[in-house]
Nanobody, 125 residues
Framework: VQLVQSGGGLAQAGGSLRLSCVASARTFTLTNYNMGWFRETPGKGRELVAA????????VLLDAVKGRFTISRDSDKNTVYLQMNSLQPEDTAVYYC?????????????????WGQGTQVTVSS
């Protein structure tokens, strides 16, 4: 499965960005996969920012982004989104989307085995 990311870039503090992640394989359907967004910085390593369960009904967010970020999906487009509002400089990171089979715990950062290429998000103060 190939996950292709778009979006990201530079934003000012308080601004918004939206990341998109499209799964390109014809055999891939979001209802068979838990999807997640991670971010990585040199200081913190890689952390799970948001995840959405295979059924689309349940999501989880990192405490630091609750109330600001939203994860959603469009099954018809095989696309997962991360809407990021009220951005802060500490949100600066490389963001990755990832997928793992629906049989795994959707809110655990482990066992994600398909990854997007990563996209830089930089928030200036």
């Amino acid at each position: 499965v190939q996950l292709v990311q778009s979006g990201g870039g530079l934003a000012q503090a308080g601004g918004s960005l939206r990341l998109s992640c499209v799964a390109s394989a014809r055999t891939f359907t979001l209802t068979n996969y838990n999807m997640g967004w991670f971010r990585e910085t040199p200081g913190k390593g890689r952390e799970l920012v948001a995840a959405i369960k295979w059924n689309g009904d349940t999501t989880v967010l990192l405490d630091a982004v609750k109330g600001r970020f939203t994860i959603s999906r469009d099954s018809d487009k095989n696309t997962v989104y991360l809407q990021m509002n009220s951005l802060q400089p500490e949100d600066t990171a490389v963001y990755y989307c990832a997928a793992k089979r629906w049989t795994e715990d959707y809110d655990s950062p482990t066992l994600f085995d398909n990854w997007g290429q990563g996209t830089q998000v930089t928030v200036s103060s």
